[in-house]
């Protein structure tokens, strides 16, 4: 394997917690506000049904670790003549193959494999809670900007009329400053829906959320490792339940394998017949003359081995799905911070620059408006561009598996 070289790249994922409880001023607060976040998940039907199921899994690996026969009690009484007859007699099933063993060995993977799908569950609901978050906080960007552009052009509009009133602005330019306001309205009201529906899946996520919490100064920061180890896909969740799954198909194989020997039962009786002590010895074994079960063997080997595929299937698809996710993390890393470099301090002096250039005629009315349009369109597709980068790094994090309580730092930044 070679050298791993750790490169800690930083995306910004909007979360927010209570200032008074979770504000960001140490380790200490760090672990709290992530603890605050899964017990936020830990509240959610999903997650619930989820830990029920677990509890339940981990009950049938506790059940195959006991004993698989259970002592038989048996009784026969009945009266000749005078005399009454009776017998009471004890009997028990031998586990001559060991199976106990191979069960136990079963009920270790079969935990594991119940623990695995549990976590590959709050692992992905944290995905999709993070996701949220980033896409609320760019709607609420694009929310703050499209409402301004749009008083800026109801502003925009009365001096329009002005114009046209006093003839300094012909008709044609005021209609066209009519068809951009109402193109705006139509644009807010689209961003403004979507705003509530992010909102309402926050709160289906997380069930305690406020939307009060969040503002735009305050962040959570990740790392993540830009190198494919393959620890780090063994790690994961999912391919460490196929890999569980695998080793209980394998037990399963040996425990038919097993039940192809007969086990005996023995047992002793004791009782009194016409008035003499009895004390007998039994000794039982099916003959497995017309079923040897060896159909059952064959029909478990196969599925050890289908189970062994489907681990290395798994395993070789989560490490495309690695590379898949890094390729894309490191295309929109390069373009959001090229759009970052090409809009540096141009979005305050654009807007100020052209209305200066409208207002001194240097530029006609149509010219204005659709410079500004274009102005808009330009830092709304920023907007998505972070959006889509972010939600790039929270499906590699998600992908290698580290959307975990150690890789999450929260972090207040300035704006």
Not at 134 to 151: F, G
Not at 258 to 270: F, H, S
Not at 352 to 374: A, H, N, P, R, V
Request: net charge neutral; charged share 25%.
């Amino acid at each position: 394997m070679c050298k791993k070289h750790i490169l800690f790249a930083f995306c910004v994922v909007t979360i927010v917690a209570s200032h008074q409880a979770y504000a960001v001023t140490s380790e200490k607060n760090l672990n709290g506000w992530i603890k605050y976040i899964e017990k936020q998940l830990q509240t959610h039907p999903e997650i619930i049904s989820a830990k029920q199921k677990l509890a339940g899994q981990l009950h049938l690996a506790d059940g195959l670790e006991k004993a698989i026969y259970n002592p038989e009690l048996s009784t026969e009484y009945e009266k000749e003549g005078p005399e009454n007859n009776f017998t009471v007699g004890i009997n028990q099933s031998i586990d001559r193959s060991d199976k106990r063993k191979s069960r136990s060995q079963q009920a270790v993977f079969l935990r594991a494999q119940a623990r695995e799908n549990y976590h590959n569950l709050m692992q992905d609901k944290i995905a999709q809670a993070l996701t949220a978050l980033v896409n609320y906080q760019s709607i609420l960007k694009k929310s703050k900007l499209t409402l301004k552009q749009e008083n800026q052009l109801e502003k925009l509009i009365e001096l329009v009329q002005k114009k046209t009133r006093s003839g300094d602005m012909g008709q044609l330019d005021a209609e066209l400053a009519y068809l951009t306001l109402s193109q705006k309205f139509a644009q807010t009201a689209s961003i403004q829906a979507q705003k509530q529906k992010a909102k309402s899946k926050l709160t289906e996520i997380l069930p305690e959320w406020q939307s009060e919490n969040l503002d735009e100064s305050t962040s959570i920061l990740f790392p993540y490792d830009e190198t494919v180890a393959e620890q780090v896909v063994d790690d994961h969740p999912l391919v460490k339940m196929a890999k569980a799954k695998w080793e209980v198909a394998e037990i399963k194989a040996e425990l038919a394998q097993k039940n192809k020997k007969a086990d005996p039962t023995v047992g002793v009786n004791v009782g009194k017949i016409d008035n003499d002590n009895l004390v007998s010895l039994n000794f039982s074994m099916p003959l497995n003359f017309r079923n040897d079960f060896s159909e059952e063997y064959k029909a478990a080997r196969e599925q050890a081995l289908a189970a062994e595929s489907a681990y290395l299937n798994a395993k070789r698809s989560q490490y495309f799905e690695i590379i898949g996710s890094q390729k894309a993390v490191r295309e929109y890393k390069k373009r959001f911070q090229k759009w970052q470099k090409l809009m540096q301090g141009r979005d305050k002096d654009s807007e100020l620059l052209l209305e200066k250039q409208w207002k001194i005629g240097d530029i006609g009315t149509s010219d204005y408006f659709l410079t500004l349009q274009q102005r808009t369109d330009g830092l709304l597709s920023g907007i998505t561009l972070e959006q889509d980068y972010k939600t790039a790094v929270i499906q590699l994090l998600l992908d290698t598996a580290q959307l975990k309580q150690e890789t999450l730092l929260t972090q207040k930044v300035s704006q």
